[in-house]
């Protein structure tokens, strides 16, 4: 059975860093794509980065770029979003999605975890 | 960036109703284009993929159509579980983007 696991969300106030974490299991982790999609609260869905099964290719959403940086340990079967300079419009509920298939699109998600929220305040 | 516009944004339906919800693109995406369902406090669940494609699990009554820019989404008999938001989503390049939502409200 395909898990997806976030944590390290939390409260940070602005200009503050985040490091959110999303444990895999169920499937061959490195031969997907992964993703991290965004939702502000009462909101609709924002697709923030995403990156190659190797790990050699990243994406960025530009509303990111350059202050969220995507990684992932395919020995521990872990994706991470290392999140700095945090902004109140960071904040969200944060889902690691997984494509449906190993090669061809990155993007139609077929298993998303159940969110970590960030709130980003002073 | 390929924009992503759906209508209604809400629509009041009751059950054994026929729905169809609108996706169009800012350009083509051909058709790379999925649909999800979701529920409040609860991750997407995909419905559709490739447009047309339905995803394994999910009941018969969800259709999809449509190639180019223009895309539906079509629920042939509305049950009470059907009653949430319904995004589109594009995957035609590295920078996928998704509609503002319609929400399936009870009449």
């Known amino acids: 059975e395909v898990q997806l696991l976030e944590s390290g969300g939390g409260l940070v106030q602005p200009g503050g860093s985040l490091r959110l974490s999303c444990a895999a299991s169920?499937?061959?982790?490195?031969?997907?794509?992964m993703s991290w999609v965004r939702q502000a609260p009462g909101k609709g869905l924002e697709w923030v980065s995403a990156i190659s099964g190797s790990g050699g290719r990243t994406y960025y959403a530009d509303s990111v770029k350059g202050h969220f940086t995507i990684s992932r340990d395919n020995s521990k079967n872990t994706l991470y979003q290392q999140m700095n300079s945090l902004r109140a419009e960071d904040t969200a509920i944060y889902y690691c999605a997984k494509p449906r298939r190993g090669s061809g699109s990155y993007y139609d998600f077929d298993y998303w975890g159940q969110g970590t929220l960030v709130t980003v305040s002073s | 960036d390929i924009q992503m516009t759906q209508s209604p944004s809400t629509l009041s339906a009751s059950v054994g109703d026929r729905v169809t919800i609108t996706c169009r693109a800012s350009q083509s995406i051909s058709g790379w284009l999925a649909w999800y369902q979701q529920k409040p406090g609860k991750a997407p669940n995909l419905l559709i993929y490739?447009?047309?494609s339905l995803q394994s699990g999910v009941p018969s009554r969800f259709s999809g159509s449509g190639s180019g820019t223009e895309f539906t989404l079509t629920i042939s008999s509305l049950q009470p579980d059907d009653f949430a938001t319904y995004y589109c989503q594009h995957y035609n390049n590295y920078s996928p983007s998704f509609g503002q939502g319609t929400k399936v409200e009870i009449k």
């Open positions: 490739d447009a047309s």
């Open positions: 169920g499937f061959t982790f490195s031969s997907y794509a």
